[in-house]
Nanobody, 126 residues
């Protein structure tokens, strides 16, 4: 069983930066693919970024490419999402997700991830 706990969300002005973190439990965290998704009010949950087990491969949604960076520290069992040049349209609840079935990123769809955190709110004001 894996438990994921996000933190670091908050309110930031457009153009600002924020880093959200996801702390995981479980002895095999380092072998999981990890991802961030987000969900804005009235919209479906959408893929943001994913990272392979040793961080060698990363994937980003086109909407955040060049602005967001996903990283992980396996020793700390933590995955991060550094968000720069934030826009009001980035406002959403951000969820951390884990895919225990693959050490490489095999999917960017929510259905492919078995474990989810409770989410952390990120609000970007204009």
């Amino acid at each position: 069983q894996v438990q994921l706990v996000e933190s670091g969300g908050g309110l930031v002005q457009a153009g600002g930066s924020l880093r959200v973190s996801c702390a995981a439990s479980g002895r095999t965290f380092s072998s999981y693919t990890m991802a961030w998704f987000r969900q804005a009010p009235g919209k479906e949950r959408e893929f943001v970024a994913a990272i392979s087990w040793i961080g060698g491969s990363t994937y980003y949604a086109d909407s955040v490419k060049g602005r967001f960076t996903i990283s992980r520290d396996n020793a700390k069992k933590t995955v991060y999402l550094q968000m720069n040049s934030l826009k009001p349209e980035d406002t959403a609840v951000y969820y951390c997700a884990a895919d225990p079935r693959s050490i490489v990123v095999r999917t960017t769809t929510a259905a492919g991830y078995d474990y989810w955190g409770q989410g952390t709110q990120v609000t970007v004001s204009s």
